[in-house]
T-cell receptor, first 113, second 113 residues
Framework: KAGVTQTPRYLIKTRGQQVTLSCSPISGHRSVSWYQQTPGQGLQFLFEYFSETQRNKGNFPGRFSGRQFSNSRSEMNVSTLELGDSALYLC????????????FGPGTRLTVL | AQSVTQLGSHVSVSEGALVLLRCNYSSSVPPYLFWYVQYPNQGLQLLLKYTSAATLVKGINGFEAEFKKSETSFHLTKPSAHMSDAAEYFCAVISGGYNKLIFGAGTRLAVHP
């Protein structure tokens, strides 16, 4: 079974631009979660989508948004990029029940200049 | 709100020595607890999870963890360290239902010959 894939793996943007990251979950998984990882703040939950609906949301500004498609693929978008948005963005998929193992992708490394 | 505390941001052991990584959680309800490992430039891989079935949980690569409710702890151990165990380890708890993982700050394990 193929794992979680994220594209692109690396991205360089400048302040003020916007960016879209993509995540393809494991086949059959209906839940996709997004996390931001930085040296200063560690791993922080952004949001979770289940069957195309946002089911959970972390404490991030509205510049961070996401969506999920009918095939469970998910995208997250960051508008008006700031230097502090530089991070590793990780996507995780799971069947969707409480306590299910979340399978993580390799991440997208975003650098904002 | 649930939280996780990992004692020791860096742990160094000799090859063949016992590995002990500490994790304490705060939770008002029986928690779902996880240990993940992250190798450089990779995503997170699940080592093991606690879901109340048994207090001693065995995971992959020879790791295990013991859930102690009285101490609100879920420490990770391995009897004999290998060089390949050098990585960053994260303890996490499910918060707010579904799949919102709250991570500890992580412990970087170094294994020296």
């Amino acid at each position: 079974k193929a794992g979680v894939t994220q594209t692109p793996r690396y991205l360089i943007k400048t302040r003020g631009q916007q960016v879209t990251l993509s995540c393809s979950p494991i086949s059959g998984h209906r839940s996709v979660s997004w996390y931001q990882q930085t040296p200063g703040q560690g791993l922080q939950f952004l949001f979770e989508y289940f069957s195309e609906t946002q089911r959970n949301k972390g404490n991030f500004p509205g510049r961070f948004s996401g969506r999920q498609f009918s095939n469970s693929r998910s995208e997250m978008n960051v508008s008006t990029l700031e230097l502090g948005d530089s991070a590793l963005y990780l996507c995780a998929s799971s069947p969707g029940q409480v306590g299910d193992e979340q399978f993580f992708g390799p991440g997208t490394r975003l650098t904002v200049l | 709100a649930q939280s996780v505390t990992q004692l020791g941001s860096h742990v160094s052991v000799s090859e063949g020595a016992l590995v002990l990584l500490r994790c304490n959680y705060s939770s008002s309800v029986p928690p779902y607890l996880f240990w993940y490992v992250q190798y450089p430039n990779q995503g997170l891989q699940l080592l093991l999870k606690y879901t109340s079935a048994a207090t001693l949980v065995k995971g992959i690569n020879g790791f295990e963890a013991e859930f102690k409710k009285s101490e609100t702890s879920f420490h990770l151990t391995k009897p004999s360290a290998h060089m390949s165990d050098a990585a960053e380890y994260f303890c996490a708890v499910i918060s707010g239902g579904y799949n919102k993982l709250i991570f500890g700050a992580g412990t970087r394990l170094a294994v020296h010959p």
